[in-house]
């Protein structure tokens, strides 16, 4: 194993020298060091020439003469090895710099074990970079066998025979109702089962087909609601994008389809994207929509950073916040927190706060007294096909909406 | 498009679903045109549906997919599995992934005394003398921290809504197993984010509420038996009509990898933490349509327990 420890201190270097031998005992490691980030780069630099050479571990302070540790992980940005070798910040700096600096290493797509306070505790280092090892294996191993679809292969299967929609449950808290479902796409080719959302929707919006997929996604749920006189009094929630609101034919075609269900509400929840929403047409858009009776969403709350703009300049009907702030708010204290205040903040704005992602009771008991109006989740339903639902809906109603308390 | 005549061609190369088509339009006495107004009437799936389409499907221009293919079938009041199942063509190739004459192609084994030879499947009943044995021994496989035993002690009766299936080689080689219940969707969710435990899952399966089936764990030295471990499941899944969800809980990888292989997406992948001990828990949650329409599930699904057995058999008395 090849270790370069980079530190202005010999006293720091060596005292992690000494703690690695201690912890690596059973292996052979090889140390190179480093007083500042100048003469850290040409070792890396030199390092990174042959594959026997290679380093496997990078432990870089902060605040150097002659190149800082901030230069160090510039310049792995910048080269083609930043993805490859383990790197461990170290510093004394304040617990918020360490942040700040783990996020510009998350943006630059490093192999970043951690950022550490001094004294730096090696044993939890080299767990974590045990761990680290271990996932990015299995992201790989995943990554060979679940590899995004080619855009050519998407543009194949983007149409109504290969399109299933399955229907997720929206459900009033504290009465135990459904108050409507969401629309959720599946592709569905030769004998393959089911392709999910997250294998398609990014080629789909990155080969500007997301118009084209919005408007089967509709036409199926539309004709979906029309099969069942029971199902026109749940509301109907269909994903769309920021890139469907600049297509005036796509708002046309939303208000024609929604004259076909006079007496349902249909709602178009907005997903994150990079577009920022205060363009005059998007805007026109939404008015024109809201007018013509139907409502927007916003989905997604919390995963984008543009969210607050948005809800400063749409008339939502809604936020939705997002499953994995959800799932888990019982056990996790910060996810805990981000819910609590979206719920305040909806509450303020007199927007409703629906949460996804709700998959045991302990998790809905706590929205509840938070005072979240609806959920939706695993707990309630899986996701539903067609056909199923209206007996679905059947057996629900039937078993009472005492959800809560069963 | 005017409506084809109604022919019976006895071939057996004929795609099943086309028969089937074919032989449900005759029943209900439906024209191509009918039977499209039909579907349109009935699904939102064919909202775009035209005759020539279905005259296609019959003359095996093009097939729709499986997950549509079921859609249709259950409209009819039959499942996909029931019209499979029936299918000698489509036996045989389920079949051929359970056959070890077929492992000369693969040969790979993972176990280190084992190639390919004969082995029987034995299930291990809960007043079996080595029940506790097998348990444990596919626990400490499976190594899922949040189905830990917790006590050593434990009631036997408490336990005997476990299923344990152990495929073994000859001098008692234990080449193969798999470990699964029936539970109910809540218990699995309350499992998967870690609010109970294999204790909790075991007492609460009533039988009443159940709508799932639950694989703890499965294992096959090479992947025949493999296949052949999984056909036990997804077979008794298949048949058993109230169960909607097919569940894994694993930590082994090659059974991940191999779900993973036959396009499955794994529902959760959670990280257990407590104290030094940090495994990842990969869980896939399945719909009853979706087993259907994936092949490879499907193939497993139409091998019966029997014609499992009669094929072990012959291969005893062969080898």
Known sequence: MRVLIIDDQRF????????????????????????????AIELIRWHSQKEETQLDLIIADLKMENGDGLAVINFMAASEISNTIPLAVISSSDKRTLELVENISNTFNLYLIGVYQKPVNIS?????LKLLKRVRKQAADKAEHSALLSLEQISYLINQ?????????KIEINTGEITGFEVLSRLCQKGDGFIYPDKFIPQITQGGLSTTFSKLVLEQAISQWMLSPRFLQYDLSVNITVEDLFDQHFIDFVINKKQLLPNTKLILELTESHETIEQDMVLRSVAKLIINDIAISLDDFGKSYSTFDRLDCIPFDEIKIDKDFVCDLDRNSQHLAIVESTIALANKLKVKAVAEGVETLSVLEHLKSLGCNMAQGYYFSPPIEGRYLESWIGEYSGEGCNVITS | ???????????????????????????????QEQFCLRLREESSLFCNLDSITISRWEREVNIPSLAKQAEIVELFGKELFDVYGNDHQFISEGIDLVNYEQSYTDGRSIHPYYKEDSYTIEKI???????????????????????ELVSEEIIKDEYASLNIMVACAYGNQVVGHCLYLDTSTHEILKLLNFKSGLQQVITSAKGVNDDSLLVLSSFGATSQIENSMMSIYINKFAC?????????????????????????????????EKEEVQVTIVSFLISRSEVMANRFLLKLAVISASRLNSMLNTMVKGG
């Open chain 2, 240 to 272: 058993s009509k109230p169960l909607r969800y097919l569940c894994f809980s694993l930590c082994d990888e090659t059974l991940i990898k191999k779900l993973t292989a036959a396009k499955l997406t794994p529902f959760k992948e959670k990280l257990y």
């Open chain 2, 1 to 31: 498009m005017t409506s084809t005549a109604y022919s019976c061609t006895n071939d057996n190369s004929s795609h099943v679903f086309s028969m089937f088509l074919k032989q449900i339009r005759h029943e209900n006495d439906l024209s």
């Open chain 1, 12 to 39: 720091i270097r060596e005292t992690i020298k000494a703690e690695l031998k201690r912890q690596l005992h059973y292996l052979e490691v090889f140390f190179y060091e480093a007083e500042c980030g100048n003469e």
């Open chain 1, 124 to 128: 939890l280092l080299l767990q974590q």
């Open chain 2, 125 to 147: 009943g809960v007043e079996h003398h080595c029940f506790l044995f097998f348990l444990r021994m596919i626990l400490q496989y499976e190594g899922n921290p949040s189905i």
């Open chain 1, 161 to 169: 025979e290969n399109l299933i929609l399955c229907y997720q449950p």
